[in-house]
């Protein structure tokens, strides 16, 4: 089948034989593949628009006085005189009438399969050249017209047409169109921002110094990452992490218990003794804030430690049960101590009553 853009075939419609092969078409008839129906329809205006609206617009262009030649050299000047007109409607911001005169260039330049076999290489460079400006405007108008999935195509189509040129010669048509599809592609009608930020990034590439470009470059990356943050589906944390994160939450919530418990202990011993209640000397008063903070550490580091065994996992296990074992062996060591040094306190009172009854005695 012969291309929209080129002379490639898969068969020599002129030298069809009956060894060729057939294909059916619609109705059931057979056909040498090359030659059937769709060799004989233009295609272009069916990319946006179905056949009755096609109809409508050929009856108005009757009415305007802007009927397709037939010739070749002047159906590419009627094109380029309908994109003036245009132009000239999309300045007085009448997108209507600007659509229908982009719509009326784009089928002046509609050839049929079968009539671009019998074109030249320069008369198919020539529709090329023709038909990409005219996609650059009706990709405007339909973004201006906020019809966006068109916007889109007229834009590609018109890349299409720039690849089969000289890259020097629409470089900067092909930023316009770039930039014109990436903005098609970002809108809400389209909302394909992953494609709209492929197209920002070439056209950026192939004109550095535009700043409208870089802009619209770094919204489209700050919109892609607020939506994929924003996708519970496509970006959903890994059962490991969203496992970590739970128990980070309540390891924090067991701290700040925790905390609010060791407040509460050392104003309590912070808090001036009663008549009834004995001062306790300053090494047993640090002893005793020490094992108080230890002993809230060792209910911190038990909760972290069933967490843990509930999570089954043995190494955080291990962690969290080495500084208990040490803050008990602390606790051990300080009854010791206390023990020892109240006796020591407790010492020369005793020698006073043993010396009173031994008197008593006497």
Same mark, same amino acid.
């Given at each position: ?165 000289? &890259?020097? /010669? ?5 930023? #316009? %169109?770039?930039?014109?599809? $990436? +903005?098609?592609? !970002?809108?809400k009608g389209a909302k ?84 009834? &209640?004995? /001062? ?5 008063? #640090? %002893?005793?804030?020490?094992? $108080? +903070?230890?002993? !809230? ?39 010791v101590l206390s023990s ?23």
């Amino acid at each position: 089948r012969v291309g929209l853009f080129g002379r490639e075939r898969l068969y020599d419609v002129t030298s069809a034989c009956c060894h060729a092969p057939m294909a059916k078409d619609g109705h059931g008839v057979l056909h040498p593949i090359g030659s059937g129906p769709e060799m004989l329809q233009e295609h272009w205006m069916l990319h946006f628009c179905e056949k009755p609206e096609k109809e409508l617009l050929l009856v108005w262009m009757h009415q305007e006085g802007l009927d397709r030649p037939k010739p070749f050299e002047d159906r590419i000047a009627h094109a380029e005189k309908l994109r003036e007109m245009s132009n000239r409607w999309f300045k007085a911001r009448d997108y209507r009438r600007a659509l229908h005169c982009i719509m009326a260039a784009v089928h002046s330049l509609d050839w049929t399969p079968a009539e671009q076999t019998g074109q030249s290489p320069e008369q198919l460079r020539q529709v090329a050249q023709a038909m990409l400006p005219v996609m650059g405007n009706a990709a405007m108008i339909f973004l201006n017209r906020g019809d966006f999935s068109n916007a889109v195509t007229a834009a590609t189509a018109g890349l299409k047409c720039a690849d089969r040129l000289p &890259q020097e /010669e629409t470089r900067l048509m092909r930023v #316009k %169109l770039l930039w014109r599809r $990436g +903005i098609a592609r !970002g809108e809400k009608g389209a909302k394909d921002l992953e494609g709209a930020l492929a197209d920002f990034t070439e056209a950026a590439a192939l004109e550095p110094g535009d700043k409208e470009i870089r802009t619209c470059l770094k919204n489209c990356k700050l919109a892609l990452l607020e939506e994929r943050k924003n996708d519970p589906i496509r970006f959903r944390p890994s059962p490991s992490k969203k496992d970590s994160a739970v128990a980070e939450q309540s390891v924090d919530k067991a701290t700040a218990v925790q905390e609010s418990d060791m407040t509460t202990t050392l104003e309590q011993f912070d808090a001036p003794a009663s008549s009834s &209640q004995k /001062e306790l000397p300053p090494r047993l008063e #640090k %002893l005793a804030r020490c094992i $108080g +903070i230890c002993l !809230g550490r060792s209910r911190r580091y038990c909760r972290s430690a069933r967490q843990a065994m509930e999570q089954k996992k043995p190494m955080a296990l291990a962690a969290m049960l080495l500084p208990v074992l040490v803050v008990g062996l602390a606790v051990v060591t300080g009854r010791v101590l206390s023990s020892s040094s109240t006796e020591q306190h407790d010492l020369p009172e005793r020698r006073e009553a043993v010396r009173a009854g031994a008197f008593a005695n006497a």
